[in-house]
């Protein structure tokens, strides 16, 4: 997670301006010495390139890498805030959260966290009147839609990192602060995911530990989520996040049919991603209610179709 210093760095910088590290070092009040690591930090992540100046000193730049581009962004919509002074990691999670209005304890569950650290996450907002409204439910104000675009920018460009560490060709396809969804380009990332420990094959792929065995034209995706057990009713979102088309639709219902997935728990699952009115569409035709007619989010199989993927795949 980009930290407190590193984020007075970019603040210093985000305008387009070279600075040696002697001038940070007065721009923010770090000692050279921290600086010395935060600059290679931030170097490594691509946030800043850098040259030799005079005497051979370090002279470094913002790059156009997406966070500082949010950075940018939050800057020049909301400039009278000094942001690196009031955004910890912590509370660059915690926004993550407040797109809508969401109680502590919820945000708290979500982020493994106890409700006393999320209330003090939430503090120096607070103490701006940045939330609406005052409580039990937190949201953003609407005019701080840039600070959540760049704490989402902070949060991607934190598991892009780590897994590219892993497999240089991986993507994320979904993420929040504490779990992502990767998708890898060749067999070689692959390999070295499977045998990663904080990462899990998930989506379509894990259907065969359940009886359920697809050919796959794609590459496999995995899971970050270390702290947690990876369950079918995650198994089944990850598929369905990753593309919603009839096919992948149908191949989730074989799934919850065939492990009895309980809609409540399911839907509790897909509310983190968006996918709510899919498991809602989902249900009806798993208890023997096909409607051509009816309207959804999702491409729904037809009767007969459904009945013949049954049949093939073994599903009673």
Not at 8 to 16: D, E, K, M, P, W
Not at 19 to 28: C, H, I, N, Q, S
Not at 47 to 67: A, I, K, M, W, Y
Not at 244 to 263: F, N
Request: proline share 5%; charged share 25%; glycine share 4%.
């Amino acid at each position: 997670m980009l930290t407190e210093a590193g984020l007075a760095v970019i603040g210093a910088l985000h305008t387009g301006r070279e600075a040696t590290v002697a001038e940070l070092a007065a721009d923010t009040e770090y000692s050279q010495a921290h600086l010395y690591d935060i600059l290679d930090d931030l170097l490594g992540a691509g946030l800043l390139d850098e040259r030799r100046g005079p005497s051979n000193q370090r002279v470094v730049r913002v790059t156009n890498h997406p966070v500082v581009e949010a950075y940018r962004t939050l800057q020049a919509d909301l400039g009278h805030v000094d942001w690196a002074d009031l955004l910890s990691p912590s509370t660059l999670r915690v926004c993550w959260y407040l797109d809508e209005p969401r109680r502590v304890a919820e945000i708290a569950d979500r982020l493994d966290r106890t409700r006393q650290a999320v209330h003090k996450a939430l503090s120096p907002l607070m103490h701006r009147a940045m939330l609406s409204p005052s409580g039990p439910e937190y949201a953003l104000n609407k005019e701080l839609a840039p600070l959540l675009s760049f704490a989402r920018a902070v949060v991607r460009h934190e598991h892009r990192s780590r897994v590219r560490e892993v497999a240089p060709s991986a993507v994320v396809e979904w993420c929040d602060p504490s779990r992502a969804l990767v998708r890898v380009q060749n067999s070689e990332d692959t390999d070295a995911l499977e045998v990663a420990s904080e990462w899990q094959l998930t989506g379509l792929a894990r259907f065969a530990e359940y009886g359920l065995q697809f050919f796959l034209a794609d590459k496999p995706v995995f899971w970050y989520a270390p702290e947690e057990e990876l369950t079918p009713a995650e198994v089944v979102c990850h598929t369905l996040v990753l593309d919603s088309g009839s096919r992948r639709v149908s191949y989730a219902m074989l799934l919850i049919e065939q492990l009895d997935i309980d809609q409540e728990t399911l839907t509790e699952t897909a509310r983190w991603y968006e996918l709510e009115a899919a498991v809602t569409a989902m249900y009806p035709p798993l208890q023997g209610a096909f409607d051509a007619s009816a309207e959804s989010s999702v491409v729904l199989p037809s009767e007969a179709e459904y009945a013949a993927l049954k049949a093939q795949y073994g599903v009673q």
